[in-house]
C-alpha cells in the first residue's frame, strides 16, 4: 500500500502575490470608489422591511384591484374614493420612486 496522499498530489499549489502584511494594508486603505457608490445606491433602493409594507398594500384588497396600475396611481385612487391608505406607503413611494420593486405591484409581470 502507498504512502498518505496529498491534496497538493492533485491539485497545482498557486501562491498569491503580496503577503499577508501587504493585504492588511490594503485592506485598511480608504473605502474603494465601487463601495462608495455601492453604499450610495443602496440609500436608492427600497429595504426587504419597507418592501414587505408595499406587498401588504398590494395584498390588501380593501383599496382595489392593483392589476395593471402603479402602486402609486393605486394609492391615489383609495385616497380618491376617501379609503384612508397608508400615509407610510406614500412616503415610500416618493422616496423610491426609481426603483422598479417599488414602482409596480407583485403582479405588473402578468398579463391582463
Request: glycine fraction near 6%; proline fraction near 6%; hydrophobic fraction near 35%.
Amino acid at each position: 500500500m502507498s504512502g498518505k496522499r496529498l491534496i497538493t498530489d492533485s491539485f497545482q499549489v498557486v501562491k498569491k502575490e503580496g503577503g499577508r502584511e501587504e493585504r492588511k494594508a490594503a485592506q485598511t486603505q480608504s473605502p474603494p470608489q465601487d463601495l462608495v457608490q455601492a453604499e450610495s445606491h443602496l440609500q436608492d433602493i427600497a429595504q426587504p422591511d419597507q418592501l414587505e409594507i408595499l406587498k401588504q398594500f398590494d395584498l390588501n384588497w380593501q383599496y382595489g384591484p392593483c392589476s395593471g396600475i402603479t402602486r402609486m396611481q393605486r394609492w391615489e385612487r383609495a385616497k380618491f374614493l376617501g379609503l384612508n391608505p397608508p400615509t407610510t406607503v406614500q412616503d415610500l413611494l416618493l422616496k423610491y420612486n426609481k426603483d422598479p420593486f417599488v414602482i409596480y405591484s407583485l403582479w405588473h409581470e402578468y398579463t391582463l
